[in-house]
């Protein structure tokens, strides 16, 4: 049980979310808190910012308690992409926005599960894509067909940690051999993508273009990374293409 200065500071904390210039503040101090009660308790706002910010934080969390609560919100059409994303990351399951599949598994596991662990994820992840992957210790690579019978490997890296101590999913993709005079031009990409950065990564002691994401592990699920990796392939095959009129990567 919280101590009456805990209760107090989180009372404070979840006051500052219904405020947008100290929103995001709070809600990390929550998040580090690990504050589920003062979250789940969220979810009945009338403040519908303040309802995505505790939906988004008991995913983050992958708070098992909430299942029922966010069930409730999807039933009512409340957020229903972002309580989505919610559920899938605390159970491991992708129903999208079906409640009556959720709702069926609800009834046959009790809300037991708490989410995919790391050989569960690659597994799903390399069903989803229908590519088997190759593994290294904690890294995993893809190998995805693309048109015009072109293929591009992804690389899947787990068990990193940010200076936070949160751990990290890295995915990249090689794109072909550094030149100085590509240099502006893929900077200027980094302006156009939807997700990730191309960078420089050595590769067997050589540098070389890659396009890069990373991602927290609490907020990675199957479907989140086999459309990361799909993406990222495409992208980087793009440019190597582009680069080498090659395909070697």
């Known amino acids: ?14 006051e500052r979310l219904h405020h947008p210039q100290t929103r ?8 580090r808190a690990r504050a589920v ?29 909430a299942v029922e609560a966010l ?13 989505t994303e919610a559920l899938n990351s605390i159970t491991g399951q992708d129903f999208c926005g079906n409640v009556s599949q959720w709702r069926r598994w609800l009834r046959k596991s009790g809300g037991q599960s708490a989410g995919l662990d790391l050989g569960q994820c690659v597994a799903q992840t390399a069903e989803y894509l229908g590519v088997e992957p ?19 490997k992804v690389a899947v890296y787990f068990g990193r940690e ?10 990249y993709s090689e794109c072909g051999p550094v ?10 990409k980094n302006l156009s993508i939807p997700a990730g950065a ?30 990361k990796i799909e993406n990222i392939a495409a992208r980087a095959d793009l440019v190597e293409k582009s680069l080498t009129k090659e395909d070697k990567r």
């Open 198 to 227: 191309f960078a420089i990564r050595d590769v067997d002691g050589e540098p070389n273009f890659v396009l890069v994401d990373t991602l927290l592990a609490r907020s990675v699920t199957p479907s989140i990374l086999a459309k």
């Open 162 to 171: 940010d200076p936070q101590g949160d751990e990290l999913v890295m995915i």
């Open 37 to 65: 009660e003062p979250l789940l308790d969220c979810l009945q706002s009338p403040n519908e910012s303040v309802v995505w910010a505790a939906v988004a934080s008991l995913g983050e969390l992958r708070a098992s308690e």
């Open 179 to 188: 030149n100085p005079k590509y240099f502006e031009a893929i900077l200027r």
């Open 1 to 14: 049980m919280a101590d009456s200065s805990s209760t107090e500071n989180f009372r404070d904390l979840v």
């Open 24 to 31: 995001r503040a709070a809600r990390l101090e929550l998040l």
């Open 71 to 83: 069930l409730s919100l999807l039933e009512r059409g409340v957020l229903v992409v972002d309580v």
């Open 134 to 152: 190759s593994r290294k210790n904690n890294s995993f690579r893809f190998k995805l067909a693309l048109p015009e019978g072109r293929f591009q």
